[in-house]
Structure formats: structure tokens, C-alpha cells
């Protein structure tokens, strides 16, 4: 569904895509890292968890699951001592779903020179009400260009996950009627 599909009353009561964008910022320490000596992955997967889930929270209005995420990237290693600023905003939204974009970037706490980035990720969220039942979330506006072209591939990412779900479903479903257990 295109924003031109959604009724008038609902392209009015749509949010900008500014509205709810959030950075998180968070410096790195010994407590963070691997094995290795950097920064664990998991510690920044949940940096990214947390700011897109409070810019879901914020574009719909209350509270918002993870449901899933997507090409979770790390593009480079992150050290104890640097500042990691965590970006984020709603790229898509659906019925009751939105598409978060995340950038993480990070630089040296101490020094003056530009931060990097290091990691990319996109997470589905969905909206949901007290029962834990999905509620319907604002249509996103995209504002300008860049906004524009996220939201264009956002909805290429959906199409693709929702037909990498439909083609396990009907392999699992074809190997259970073959009598094939997993």
C-alpha cells in the first residue's frame, strides 16, 4: 500500500517522517567488548533495538514490538572509548507495522574527527494496544528526497520478507505432506 491507496482521512492524520526521528548516543566501556576487544555486536544490536523502538513508539503513539530485523550490518569495529551515536527513523509503515531505519555511527570520545559509520540496520515493529493486539499506526510522510527513496525500498524489503515467508511456509507445508519431519 502506497500513501496515495490510504484514504484522505488517513494521508491527514499522517506524522512527517522528522516527527519521530531520535539518535542515541552512548560511549563504549571495557564492560562492552568481546573476546576480541572490541565491541561486542550484540551490545550495539541493542543500542539499535532500543532507539527503533522508541521511534516506533513515538510515530504510533504507544507501544511497539520488535517483530523483526533485517540486514543487520557491521561495517566496522567498534572500540571501548568511543562515542556511538545510534540514528533512526519510521522509513514505512503499514496497518498496524512500520519499518525503522538505523544507522549507527561512532567516533573517538577524545578526538575531533568525524564519526564514521559503523552498522546499518532495519527493524519491523509492530504497534500494539494493551492486549497485546496489533492497533493501527499513523501513515508515515516522507519529507523530502532521501525520505522519499526510503521509503520506496522499505517497500521492496517488505515484499521480499513477506515472499521469503510465504516460500518456507509452502516448502514446510509440501515436506509435511510428504511425511517429512524437521
Do not use: C
Request: a positive charge.
Amino acid at each position: 500500500m502506497t500513501i496515495q491507496d490510504r484514504s484522505p482521512e488517513q494521508q491527514t492524520a499522517g506524522k512527517p517522517t522528522s516527527a519521530a526521528r531520535t539518535t542515541l548516543s552512548h560511549i563504549m566501556t571495557g564492560s562492552d567488548t568481546n573476546l576480541l576487544g572490541t565491541v561486542h555486536g550484540g551490545v550495539i544490536m541493542k543500542l539499535v533495538d532500543d532507539v527503533a523502538g522508541a521511534v516506533a513508539g513515538r510515530h504510533s503513539g504507544g507501544p511497539a514490538v520488535t517483530a523483526s530485523m533485517d540486514e543487520m550490518a557491521f561495517l566496522e569495529p567498534v572500540r571501548v572509548g568511543d562515542l556511538v551515536h545510534v540514528k533512526a527513523q519510521v522509513n514505512w509503515t503499514g496497518r498496524s507495522s512500520m519499518e525503522v531505519g538505523v544507522r549507527v555511527l561512532a567516533e573517538r570520545w577524545n578526538e575531533s574527527t568525524p564519526a564514521v559509520q559503523v552498522g546499518s540496520a532495519y527493524l519491523v515493529f509492530a504497534a500494539v494496544d494493551e492486549n497485546g493486539k496489533p492497533r493501527p499506526v499513523p501513515p508515515v510522510l516522507p519529507e523530502t528526497e532521501k525520505d522519499r527513496r526510503r521509503y520506496q525500498e522499505a517497500q521492496i524489503r517488505r515484499t521480499h520478507r513477506l515472499a521469503r515467508r510465504r516460500a518456507i511456509k509452502e516448502l514446510r507445508d509440501a515436506r509435511a505432506a510428504e511425511g517429512i519431519e524437521d
